[in-house]
């Protein structure tokens, strides 16, 4: 199984920043495209951004706006997002995941071949 470890979450106040970490366990990340998510309490996983196996394809979902950046660095089998400015909006648990299909302009439709635990978010003053 593709199994990841997410983490770097927190408590953070609005406009700060956060990087979360993906790190992959029992496989070779770089032969993935990978995904992150996330779960805002009450609503449905949803698609954030993806990375292609090299890294030099991104795409992002539409409400980040310039503020998430994906990358990878595969030679620490580890993939990132980083956050900023944190909005309150952005308070959800955040996953990651090995794509089942390429990183596409399609991020709200992207699925992950299995899950972490996921890391929790909290963005308040």
């Known amino acids: 199984q593709l199994q990841v470890v997410e983490s770097g979450g927190g408590l953070v106040q609005p406009g700060g920043s956060l990087r979360l970490s993906c790190a992959a366990s029992?496989?070779?990340?770089?032969?993935?495209?990978i995904g992150w998510f996330r779960q805002a309490p009450g609503k449905e996983r949803e698609g954030v951004a993806c990375?292609?196996?090299?890294?030099?394809?991104?795409h992002y979902g539409q409400f980040v706006k310039g503020r998430f950046t994906i990358s990878r660095n595969n030679a620490l089998n580890t993939a990132y997002l980083q956050i900023n400015p944190l909005q309150p909006e952005d308070t959800a648990v955040y996953y990651c995941?090995?794509?089942?299909?390429?990183?596409?302009?399609?991020?709200?439709?992207?699925?992950?071949?299995?899950w972490g635990q996921g890391t929790q978010v909290i963005v308040s003053s």
């Open positions: 995941g090995a794509l089942r299909g390429p990183c596409s302009v399609y991020v709200s439709t992207m699925s992950a071949r299995s």
């Open positions: 029992g496989f070779t990340l770089d032969y993935y495209a």
């Open positions: 990375i292609s196996e090299s890294g030099s394809i991104t």
